[in-house]
């Protein structure tokens, strides 16, 4: 397996996010793209990652607390937004 970039994190999260919403609406579970949102901002909380561009800079830091507050975001929507409609 290859290591996991900045671009394959966005990427991962926005397949990650449309199989679930395709799976919600071919079984009618609405909660399953709540799991995909929470799913998503795990893995961006336990494993964070930065643009290749701000590795090794003072940036870094900033990057990574960013990718952070993104992922507690996508939990937040994940716990809070009922798409079971």
Known sequence: MEKLT????????VILIAVGHGLAFLLHAGFL?????????????????????????????????GVR????????IGLLTSFVV
């Open 69 to 76: 507050i993104a992922g507690s975001l996508c939990i937040v």
């Open 6 to 13: 900045f671009d394959r994190l966005i990427l991962v999260g």
């Open 33 to 65: 793209v709540n799991l995909a949102w929470i799913l998503y901002g795990g893995l961006c909380l336990l494993h964070p990652v930065c643009p290749e561009r701000w590795k090794n800079s003072d940036r870094e830091k900033n990057a990574v607390l």
